[in-house]
Structures are given as C-alpha cells and as structure tokens.
C-alpha cells in the first residue's frame, strides 16, 4: 500500500502545476465519501491535511471504485478505509465481508480433522440430514449434544454412540456435528477405527505407538468412527484403545462413537466371544468406559450406500 500512495505522490507532483493535478484534486476532493470524512473528522486533522493527503485520497477513491466495479484491486480481498494519523489523512487496507466470510469457513473447517474418513464427511450439515422416523431419536440427540457444548464449553458432555445397520448414515451424521460444533471453535477429530487399528500395528516398528496415541487421546472432542469393525486384537483393545478410552474418561472429554454393533455386542465382540475367547473382564472395562463417555442411540432406515 506504501508503494502505491508513493507512486501517485510522485505522479502528482510530477504533475503538480498542470490540469492533471487539478482535475484529480477537485475530483477526490468532491467525492461524497471523502467530503463525509473530512466533516467527520475536522478536528482532529491539521489545516493542511486535505492538500498534504491528496495522494491518499486519490488512492482511496480509485480502489473503492475499482471494488465497485468488480474489478481486481491492489489488494484483493481488502477495501480501503481512511483514518487519522497524526493529524494527517491515511489509509488502512482492512478485509472485506467476503474475505471475513471466506476465512472463517477455512478456520471451521481445520477444525475438523478427519482420519481415513469419507470425503462426503466434510460437506455434513445437521441442517440438511434427512430426517426420517428411523433417524429422529438420532438428530434430537445429536442437536441437544451440540446445544450442550455451545453453552457449556468447558464441561463434561456425555458423547454418543449411534448404533445401526451399514449405510443409515451414522457417520454422516457425527460428521454434521463436527462441523456444527467447529462453528463454536470447538475442535473435533474423526477417526476409522479399522483402519486405525492397521496403522497402529504399523507404529509398532518405528516406535511411533505412543506419540500416535497421545494425539488421539488428546483431542477436544474425537469421534471413533465403526468402531467393533476391526480384527479383534487383545493388544489394539487394551493398549490402545483401553489407553485412550481410560485418558478421555478421565479428563472428561467428549467422545462420539459408531458403529454397526450394539453396546451389548460389542462387548461380546471385545470378549472374543465370535472365537470362542472368554475375555470377559476385558471386554467389561473397555465398556466401563464407553458407557461412561458416550450413551447409545440407534440409528435405523434403509442403507443409502445400495440405493445411490
């Protein structure tokens, strides 16, 4: 901005005695926008203010009328603004609405980190969930647990754990309260459990377990997405999950979960009942857990995913 109020500067003082100058003079002097400052601010500005700040003025009326015409300014995404300083006109390039607007949907939406997670994931909306019979115990829920967080930030709000059949949109829909409640500032981090499950297994050899962990543990609100459709594994279901689930119970920190199995079969499934294990202490201390964080809703319909 500095360089460009110095090169109309130099241009009027290059032309300073000629028509030119004159013509530009009359023509920001006369604007109503610059009128209405001068009016404004009379007191405040030094009795040469309005001759010393003709390069400024001139610099604001070109860019604010170039703005209007939808042209491209010398600051995209800025509109130009006078104030005082020192006694003297100036100019200060601040956003536009549209750039406000433009970063704060880039903010909300590093709000949300998803982890080997649908695409579609990002464009949920509570706002347009379909809402069927099957659904509504679900999106009730899922409102009241954003309602929740909004207006009690800091303290402990019970998640949930949607339950259903494959493809009733049970992800969709903790993705569509990631975003509602990133409209909050309020973080969220989705995450497959399935996959999650692989990745971790692969830390194993770079030492990399831990420092993976305490990111998930860690999260302002996580969502563990399908979770119970993982290979069962004693050591992912106690030194893993057992580890997070225990650091989230004990810092009170929200937890959402999904998952195409009951909270009654996923313990059995915990258990290793489906091959024949009776880990059944196991299985009951993860599931202290998972009550304590998150309550169940179950989610019914059709499943979407054949019907596309």
Do not use: C
Not at 29 to 39: E, G, L
């Amino acid at each position: 901005m500095d360089n460009l109020s110095k090169y109309l500067q130099e241009r009027m003082n290059a032309s300073s005695q000629g028509a030119e100058y004159r013509r530009m003079q009359a023509a920001v002097q006369n604007d109503a926008d610059v009128q209405a400052f001068i009016k404004a601010h009379s007191a405040e500005l030094a009795d040469s203010a309005v001759e010393r700040g003709t390069a400024k003025l001139y610099e604001y009326v070109q860019q604010r009328d170039k703005i209007a015409r939808g042209e491209q300014p010398f600051a995209p995404g800025y509109e130009p603004v006078l104030v005082v300083s020192a006694h003297l006109i100036d100019i200060e390039y601040r956003p536009t609405a549209a750039k406000i607007a433009a970063d704060g949907v880039v903010e909300r939406q590093s709000l949300v980190t998803a982890i080997n997670m649908p695409k579609d994931i990002r464009h949920a909306d509570l706002a347009t969930y379909e809402q069927t019979d099957e659904r509504i115990d679900a999106i009730v829920a899922a409102t009241d647990f954003t309602v929740a967080i909004k207006e009690h930030p800091h303290a402990f709000t019970k998640g949930l754990y949607l339950s259903g059949p494959f493809g009733v949109g049970k992800t969709y829909l903790l993705g569509a309260v990631a975003k509602k409640i990133a409209e909050f500032g309020v973080a969220t981090t989705l995450l497959h459990v399935p996959t999650f499950a692989v990745t971790m297994k692969a830390a194993i050899g770079d030492n990399s377990v831990l420092p993976r962990i305490e990111q998930v543990e860690k999260a302002q609100v996580l969502v563990l997405d399908d979770i119970g459709a993982e290979a069962l594994s004693p050591w992912f279901r106690d030194e893993v999950l057992g580890v997070i689930l225990q650091y989230r119970m004990q810092e009170q920190l929200p937890t959402l979960f999904s998952s195409n199995k009951s909270m009654t079969e996923l313990e059995g499934f915990f258990a290793g009942n489906e091959r024949g294990d009776a880990e059944n202490v196991k299985a009951a201390r993860i599931m202290e857990r998972v009550r304590y964080l998150a309550r169940e809703v179950f989610v019914g319909g059709i499943n979407r995913r054949q019907t596309e």
